[in-house]
């Protein structure tokens, strides 16, 4: 699967941000595809992934205030962001091609561009 992630820019503390990772491929509904972000001298962290049945999860950091979903027919996976804190400034990254192990969710190879999102205070 091939991906590109968009939607990214810069907002203000409290506002929101709708992110979009575009899968190519005829078996974008098998794949679970998850979100991860790393901002400046960090390591890249999963933020959040749904699996093919929709089982979702989500970072502790994140819960509450962002949602994932997917939408098969337009081969499109979002990350919702609201309450949108300083701390959530990052390069966010979709992933595909990974798989669920129990309630976790593995990278697999396929990586978008990263579409960056800057929260300021």
């Known amino acids: 699967v091939q991906l590109q992630a968009s939607g990214g820019g810069s907002v203000q503390a409290g506002g929101s941000l709708t992110l979009s990772c575009a899968a190519s491929g005829s078996t974008f509904s098998l794949n679970a595809i998850g979100w991860y972000r790393q901002a400046p001298g960090k390591q890249r962290g999963l933020v959040a992934a749904?699996?093919?049945?929709?089982?979702?999860n989500y970072a502790l950091s994140v819960k509450g205030r962002f949602t994932i979903s997917r939408d098969n027919a337009k081969n499109t996976v979002y990350l919702q962001m609201n309450s949108l804190k300083p701390e959530d400034t990052a390069v966010y990254y979709c992933?595909?091609?990974?798989?669920?192990?129990?309630?976790?969710?593995?990278?697999?190879?396929?990586w978008g561009q990263g579409t960056l999102v800057t929260v300021s205070s």
């Open positions: 749904i699996s093919s049945s929709f089982h979702t």
């Open positions: 992933n595909g091609d990974g798989y669920y192990r129990g309630n976790y969710y593995f990278p697999g190879g396929a």
